[in-house]
C-alpha cells in the first residue's frame, strides 16, 4: 500500500517559516520524482517545487529564492523549507509521487499553511 503522508503545515505569521515533510512508503522512492504542489480556496492546485531523482530542482517563480525542496532517499522523505512566508502562500500543500517511466502516480492527502498578516 502507497502513502505518502505530510506534516508540518501550520498557522505562522508573514515573513515567518516552515518546514514541511513527506514521508513515503510502499514505492521504490529512488525512482521516484517528488514534488509539492498546493492549492489555494478557489483556485486550480499549481506546482509549487519539484526534485527529480537525481536531487534536480525546479520550483514556481513565486516562491523561488524563498522556498527550498529537497530529499532524504535513506527516509524516504522530501521537504520543502519555506521562508519569508506571505499570505498568499496560505494553501493546502500536496505531496506528489511520479515514476513517469513506470506510470505511477500518487498524492498525500495534503497539509494546510496558512499566513496570516
Known amino acids: 500500500q502507497v502513502q505518502l503522508v505530510e506534516s508540518g503545515g501550520d498557522l505562522v505569521q508573514a515573513g515567518g517559516s516552515l518546514r514541511l515533510s513527506c514521508a513515503a512508503s510502499?514505492?521504490?522512492?529512488?525512482?521516484?520524482?517528488m514534488a509539492w504542489y498546493r492549492q489555494a480556496p478557489g483556485k486550480q492546485r499549481e506546482l509549487v517545487a519539484s526534485i527529480s531523482s537525481f536531487s534536480s530542482t525546479n520550483y514556481a517563480d513565486s516562491v523561488e529564492g524563498r522556498f527550498t525542496i529537497s530529499r532524504d532517499n535513506a527516509k524516504n522523505t522530501v521537504y520543502l523549507q519555506m521562508s519569508s512566508l506571505k499570505p498568499e502562500d496560505t494553501a493546502v500543500y500536496y505531496c506528489?509521487?511520479?515514476?513517469?517511466?513506470?506510470?505511477?502516480?500518487?498524492w498525500g492527502q495534503g497539509t494546510q499553511v496558512t499566513v496570516s498578516s
Open positions: 510502499g514505492i521504490t522512492f529512488t525512482v521516484y520524482a
Open positions: 506528489n509521487a511520479e515514476w513517469k517511466r513506470g506510470g505511477r502516480n500518487f
